[in-house]
């Protein structure tokens, strides 16, 4: 069974930084694509970025420049680095997984349960 547990989400003053991990087992995490989504109050969830099986990166037009997706197979993570925080990056962060970037883009595969970033202004 595919377990995703995401951390590092708080509170960050606009400007700041955060880090988020997203801790996966069960499965062979290597071969597989991650992904980051977003949910703020009253929204849809929101795409934020992807990262295939070798390292390859899509980001949402909002988020680049300011955030870096990647990855640690040894460690079975997917980190988000996120810079220059803004108010409205508020929101509850998601990591998914599934076989390619396109899959996990459009919400497919398996899912965490998310961690809350809030960005005072």
């Known amino acids: 069974q595919v377990r995703l547990v995401e951390s590092g989400g708080g509170l960050v003053e606009a400007g700041g930084s955060l880090r988020l991990s997203c801790a996966a087992s069960?499965?062979?995490?290597?071969?597989?694509?991650m992904g980051w989504h977003r949910q703020a109050p009253g929204k849809q969830r929101e795409w934020v970025a992807g990262?295939?099986?070798?390292?390859?990166?899509r980001y949402t037009d909002s988020v680049k420049g300011r955030f870096t997706i990647s990855r640690d197979n040894a460690k079975n993570t997917v980190y988000l680095q996120m810079n220059s925080l803004k108010p409205e990056d508020t929101a509850v962060y998601y990591c998914n997984q599934g076989p390619t970037v396109g899959v996990v883009s459009t919400g497919g595969g398996y899912w965490g349960r998310g961690t809350q970033v809030t960005v005072s202004s």
């Open positions: 990262i295939s099986s070798g390292g390859s990166t």
């Open positions: 069960g499965s062979i995490f290597s071969i597989n694509a």
